[in-house]
C-alpha cells in the first residue's frame, strides 16, 4: 500500500504549559484537530464545575487530549521506536487513538450522562465512525482506519500493546490529565517524574512493562493519583456545583414533560429531554450552550428552575454535611424529607445525598470486571510481575475501594425564619448546623 501518512512539510509545535511543546509532524494529526468536532472540545471544560472550588481549572479538553496525544507521541519516536515486540506500522493509529480517545465528551459530562443515561464513549464511537469530518479525515488512511481507531478507543483492538498505551492503570491519559489538573488548580499534588516512567516504559509482547528501577517513580505516580481524587476531583464544594447542575437539568425535563411554557424554550434540548438525541444535536452541545440557558433561566417563572439557575451562575452552593448511609442515617433523612415539604423546600431538588468512590490501585482479579489492565514489572532477571506484589506502598492502596457521601441543602433557605421557623429549626438540629 502506498504510504499516505504524508508529513508536514515543517514541523507544527503548540505551546503547553504542561509538556512545554506539542509537536505535530503528521499531516493527518493537523487535520484532525482542525476538524469541528475536535475544536468543540475547546468549549467543555476538563474537569466540569471544579472551576467554583479551584478558579483556575479552565482548561478544557482540548489541552488535555494535545497532552495525551504528546505523550503517546514520545513514548513512540524516543523510547519504543526499533524496540523489539514494537510495530512501527502502528504509530500512526495509537497517535490518533490517543487524540481523539475524548471526542465524544459532553458538556459537564459527568453530570450530563447521569441524568439523561448517555455515554460519552458511544458518542467517540459515533463521531470516529459516522458522517463527520473527523471520519473523513481518518478515512484517508484507508476505509478500514476509522474502525480501528475506534477499536484502540473501546479497547477491543487485536494489539493489546496499543491498547495498554491508550488504557491501562498507568497510560498516557492518566499521565496527563494528573499532571495537567495539578498545574491548572495550582494544587502541590499530582506531579511525579514522566519523564523517568516513559524511560522505564518497555514494549513486551501484548503489554507495556515498567523496568523494576523505575518502581518508585511508578508509586509516586500511583500516590498522587490517590491525593489528586480526595483533594480535587471529589472536592465537597465542586460537587455542590454538580448537585446544583444536575438538579437545573432534572428541573428543565420535568417541565418539558409538563409542557410548561419556557419564556426561553430548551430547543438545544429536546431531543435529549425525549430520549432520541442524534449525533448532529449532539455535537452542537457545548458548555457555553449550557451557560446560556442557565443564565437566562434565572428569569424563569418556575421558581425551582429560577432559583437553582441563580444559585449555580452566582456560586451560591448548597452546604454540606456528612452523611453515612446507615438504617439510623437513612430514618433521619426520611424525617427530613418530610420536614422539608412541611417547610415549602421541594426535597427532591433541595435535599439530596451524593457519593464519590475511587479505586486507587488495583491488580487484575479473574472473573471480576476489570476497568484498566495492571502494571507490570520487568525484573532484572526478565520475570515480570504484578506491582502490588514488589511495591508495599502499592500493595497497602491495592483494591481498597474508599467511598465518601454527603447530604447537600441550601442552608441559607433554612436561615430565613420570615416563614415555618419552628419546623426549619427542628431540620437544623436534625443536621447538626
Ligand atoms: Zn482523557
Known amino acids: 500500500m502506498e504510504q499516505s501518512n504524508k508529513k508536514l512539510s515543517e514541523e507544527k509545535v503548540f505551546k503547553d504549559p504542561v509538556h512545554r511543546y506539542i509537536h505535530v509532524r503528521d499531516k493527518l494529526i493537523w487535520d484532525l484537530i ?144 494528573l499532571q495537567r489538573d495539578a498545574y491548572y488548580t495550582g494544587v502541590s499534588y499530582g506531579h511525579f517524574d514522566m519523564e523517568r516512567i516513559l524511560r522505564v516504559m518497555r514494549p513486551l509482547e501484548d503489554q507495556v512493562v515498567i523496568k523494576s528501577s523505575g518502581m518508585h517513580a511508578v508509586e509516586d505516580y500511583i500516590m498522587s493519583r490517590y491525593q489528586m481524587y480526595w483533594q480535587v476531583y471529589f472536592h465537597p464544594v465542586s460537587r455542590s456545583a454538580e448537585v446544583i447542575l444536575t438538579k437545573i437539568l432534572h428541573r428543565a425535563k420535568q417541565l418539558h414533560e409538563e409542557k410548561y411554557a419556557f419564556a426561553t424554550e430548551p430547543s438545544h434540548f429536546y431531543s435529549i429531554f425525549e430520549g432520541n438525541v442524534t449525533l448532529e444535536d449532539y455535537i452542537k452541545l457545548d458548555e457555553s450552550i449550557i451557560l446560556y440557558y442557565f443564565q437566562v433561566w434565572q428569569d424563569e417563572i418556575d421558581p425551582i428552575l429560577s432559583d437553582l439557575c441563580r444559585r449555580f451562575i452566582d456560586r451560591n452552593l448548597f452546604k454540606f454535611v456528612e452523611f453515612n448511609p446507615s438504617n439510623e442515617q437513612m430514618m433521619k433523612l426520611m424525617e427530613l424529607t418530610s420536614l422539608f415539604k412541611k417547610a415549602g423546600i421541594d426535597p427532591a431538588y433541595y435535599l439530596v445525598v451524593d457519593s464519590s468512590s475511587d479505586l486507587p490501585y488495583d491488580f487484575y482479579r479473574p472473573g471480576e470486571e476489570e476497568e484498566r489492565l495492571p502494571i507490570h514489572l520487568q525484573m532484572p532477571n526478565g520475570d515480570v510481575r504484578e506491582l502490588s506484589r514488589q511495591s508495599e506502598i502499592v500493595d497497602a492502596i491495592s483494591g481498597k475501594r474508599r467511598t465518601d457521601h454527603k447530604l447537600y441543602f441550601p442552608q441559607d433557605l433554612l436561615e430565613d425564619e420570615t416563614t415555618k421557623k419552628a419546623i426549619k429549626k427542628k431540620i437544623k438540629e436534625l443536621l447538626e448546623i
Not at 458522517?131 to 476505509?143: A, K, P, Y
Open 34 to 177: 482542525a476538524t469541528k468536532e475536535f475544536q468543540r472540545l475547546r468549549r467543555i471544560r476538563q474537569l466540569g464545575t471544579t472551576y467554583v472550588t479551584f478558579h483556575g481549572a479552565e482548561h478544557s479538553r482540548f489541552n488535555h487530549s494535545l497532552g495525551v496525544y504528546e505523550i503517546i507521541r514520545r513514548i513512540i519516536d524516543d523510547v519504543f521506536k526499533e524496540r523489539p515486540h514494537w510495530d512501527d506500522n502502528e504509530r500512526l493509529l495509537c497517535l490518533c487513538a490517543a487524540l481523539l480517545h475524548d471526542l465524544g465528551h459532553g458538556p459537564f459530562s459527568h453530570s450530563f450522562e447521569k441524568v439523561f443515561h448517555l455515554d460519552h464513549e458511544e458518542f467517540t464511537q459515533s463521531i470516529i465512525l459516522g458522517d463527520t469530518e473527523v471520519n473523513s479525515v481518518l478515512r484517508r488512511e484507508g476505509e478500514e482506519f476509522p474502525k480501528k481507531v475506534a477499536e484502540v478507543i473501546a479497547k477491543t483492538y487485536k494489539n493489546k500493546l496499543v491498547v495498554s498505551l491508550i488504557s491501562s492503570q498507568i497510560d498516557a491519559d492518566r499521565m496527563d490529565y
